[in-house]
T-cell receptor
């Protein structure tokens, strides 16, 4: 059973609003990731972190930012949301022993 | 660079039919290979994995064999159920400091009763 949690699960907001998607894991994993998932299902890595105070841009350019002040917490922030940000955002963490990625249930963002 | 290619979906099958979802990869070295499944409204979860050539991963009746000679990791199940309806992702990990998994584009499976 994965112990990684995302909030909110669903969010509908207006253009220009600032939003933060929360992601927390209780497994003590150092590596964490944010993926953006198209309606067509494809996953795009937008941010990752090796550990505390480490953040890197992923393969797909994103206007969002992330922080990693604590091992268990990896929030994603959009300063000014736009309709083009409408998507599902999936957070994941990686166990060192097995290499398995554990995913949260996702945050589905709709920007009007 | 490393990449994963999956068969296009959607795949529509009747209950108890045989399933194959093709996955091929391009990578240097000896990657680990994974199948993840995403049920409706949920995140991804690991279905099975194989870490070296000729390994067979299996779980919940699904199987996939790591074939280095054909650079493939096809997912199979002998008899699908309606509850298997989901999106299936093939992925590889070629190691390295970033530990980024490279995912295929996903294949939607719809099983009809």
């Amino acid at each position: 059973e994965a112990d990684i949690y995302q909030t909110p699960r669903y969010l509908v907001i207006g253009t220009g609003k600032k939003i933060t998607l929360e992601c927390s894991q209780t497994m003590g994993h150092d590596k964490m990731y944010w993926y953006q998932q198209d309606p067509g299902m494809e996953l795009h890595l937008i941010h990752y972190s090796y550990g505390v105070n480490s953040t890197e841009k992923g393969d797909l350019s994103s206007e969002s930012t992330v922080s990693r002040i604590r091992t268990e917490h990896f929030p994603l922030t959009l300063e000014s949301a736009r309709p083009s940000h409408t998507s599902q955002y999936l957070c994941a963490s990686r166990g060192a022993a097995t290499g398995e990625l554990f995913f949260g249930e996702g945050s589905r963002l709709t920007v009007l | 660079g490393d990449s994963v290619t999956q068969m296009e979906g959607p795949v529509t099958l009747s209950e108890e039919a045989f399933l194959t979802i093709n996955c091929t990869y391009t990578a240097t070295g000896y990657p680990s290979l994974f199948w993840y499944v995403q049920y409706p409204g949920e995140g991804l979860q690991l279905l099975l994995k194989a870490t070296k050539a000729d390994d067979k991963g299996s779980n919940k009746g699904f199987e996939a064999t790591y074939r280095k000679e054909t650079t493939s990791f096809h997912l199979e199940k002998g008899s699908v159920q309606v509850s298997d309806s989901a999106v299936y992702f093939c992925a590889l990990d070629n190691g390295g400091a970033t530990n980024k998994l490279i995912f295929g584009t996903g294949t939607l499976l719809a099983v009809q009763p």
